[in-house]
């Protein structure tokens, strides 16, 4: 993961990946593969957050 704070839950997982990679590297450059890996998720995950 890229921070120190391991959360278990996979959405808290996503969206805690998605903003620490947004701060470090801007929204647009950032995309929705990177985040999933670094959630260590599978991309077949995100339809179901809402």
Do not use: H, S, W
């Not at 903003?19 to 995309?31: D, I, P, Q, S």
């Not at 890996?37 to 995100?46: M, R």
């Amino acid at each position: 993961m890229a921070g120190t704070t391991k959360v278990n839950i996979p959405k808290d997982r996503i969206l805690y990946e998605a903003e620490a990679l947004f701060a470090k590297r801007g929204f647009y450059a950032v995309t929705i593969r990177e985040i999933t890996q670094a959630a260590c998720c599978n991309l077949a995950a995100l339809p179901e957050i809402r």
